[in-house]
């Protein structure tokens, strides 16, 4: 197999190392391979043969393109509304300012000059940046930044400005290779030398088998014409497996196409991931009825305490958003039907993740017995809150108490509960959060209370502003956040220790300090495995037993 070869796009042939064994043949570059080309391996007829020994007469030619870089040039100037990318001037909504000795500048702006795809993750209060392989986490209020996974001190932290969140550009723009150069009238970023651990730069070896493949197809995983009068089935072997009606995809000469999702969506959603994520999509047609999707996943990957959901990608939220499938006799495949264009992924989840809308629960008299309370662990917690007029029950005489509880829900308890006096004004939601037509009426006040109060925040979006997400389930972190910061005057620096439990990097380091004064307090524990569960959804009940047992330190 020595004929077998790997040329650029301009015809320039790459050394390679060549080996062959257990009937795969991996060709490794000698050199690093250039960012943003299109490379193509050439396996001329002869130079591989079937498993019987006899030579594949064609020629089989396998093409691939690396990841290519951002801009090399990227001018932000402070005062103006616009960004000077490789010498082309762009307009920005809110132009950069110069604070703490730093140029910052909005979050989409910077994303989109520096070709980069952003995002937020709800849990963590964290803004993402991601190129390629490169993952860049700035938790909201921290002065240092993750890249990959490994903490860099900045000194600063994002701000809000304009009713906006702006991030120093300076730091976003180093962790991707850029030389930044800065001043009181703006930044100057330039892209040096592709460092040698740079992701352009293979992390393994391309393989391929004797009868063709690409390591990296720049075209889609499969592409299916669409039959006229009968079913048409599209399947990956082992990934998907997609079943069309006949008339439910109007068009001539349509097909289906399925294509891998990129890395930086699936990274938004922050969930162990058991399946690839895959786009499906129509060419030459539309989609006008109900299509079935199959995506297999790897079931052994599951956690005793979870299940497999599937999700869909929502491009305008830039949010994975969970779907209701069913499963299939094997348990080890989802089937959901779609009626569009689609992103799909199967992830583990503990609980049920998809967003609901609150439901006002109503007053009920404490004598009223909540008949789904009966022998639950936490009725005397629920009666007690009862008793004080912080939770109700629901019209049919029921509390719901494994139901997931949402951040607007909480904070109507906790402001009861902590009887606070100041009724803040509504206005200031207004003024801060952009989906305030989202928070339901009778959590108006007792979130304002909450913000106002210091004791709850919002999401800051791509686009710069914030959204406080009044349906959303509120997660362990979120809660114990909220508390740690209600105790916060009441805990002195020897009162932290550090929590031991065996998940304790998976606790966002924002959020670690209120773990460890809540654990200290006894407000919450962790799991009979010494897990902490810090992204698990929080129930009604389990909300009812936190605020109980921050009650008994007030």
Known sequence: F??????????????????CSDRTLTIKPQDNLKKGTRYSVTVPPGAVRSPVGDPFTGTYTLTFTTIADGP???????????????????????SPVYRDNHVFASIRPVAEALDLD???????????????????????????????GQAVETGVSPIMESDRVFVPIKYVAEAFGYEVSEDPGGVRLRLGEIPQDDPGKPEEPAKTSSGGGSPAPTGPLLEESIRTGATTIAQISGKVKVEIPDKAIEGKDSKLVIDSVSESKMAR?????????????????????????????????????????????DEKAREWMQLEGTLNDTRDAITVEVDHPVMLAVFAVVEETDTVKSEAPVPAPVSTQLKDLQGHWAVSDVMQLAQMGAVCGYPDETFKPDKNITRAEVMAILTSALDYEDSSDVSILHATFADVDDIPAWAGEAVAVGVKQGMISGYPQAD??????????????????IIGRILADEMGSDDLTQSEFKDNSDIPVWGRNAVNSV??????????????????QVTRAEAAAMIMRLMEHK
Not at 4 to 19: Q, R, T, Y
Not at 295 to 309: G, P, V
Request: charged letters at 20%; zero cysteines; proline letters at 3%.
């Open 519 to 536: 654990v200290v307090k006894g407000v919450i524990k962790g799991y009979p495995d010494n897990t902490f569960r810090a992204r698990n």
């Open 2 to 19: 020595d004929q077998i070869s790997l040329k650029d796009n301009a015809g320039k042939i790459v050394s390679v190392e060549l080996k």
């Open 269 to 313: 959603a922050g969930l162990s991931t058991l399946s690839p994520a895959l786009e499906i999509a129509v060419e030459n047609g539309q989609i006008v009825g109900k299509i079935a999707v199959t995506m297999n996943f790897n079931r052994n990957q599951l956690k005793s305490e979870e299940k497999a959901a599937i999700f869909y990608y």
């Open 72 to 94: 090399h040039s990227v001018d932000f100037k402070v005062g103006q509304n616009v960004v000077i990318v490789d010498g082309q001037e762009r307009s920005i909504d809110v």
């Open 118 to 148: 952003p995002g937020w993750d709800d849990a963590a209060s964290t803004i993402v940046f991601v190129r390629g392989n490169t993952v860049v986490e700035w938790p909201m209020g921290y002065t240092a930044i993750l890249v990959n």
């Open 464 to 481: 710069g502003t914030m959204i406080f997400g009044a349906n959303r389930p509120i997660s362990r972190i979120e809660l114990v956040t």
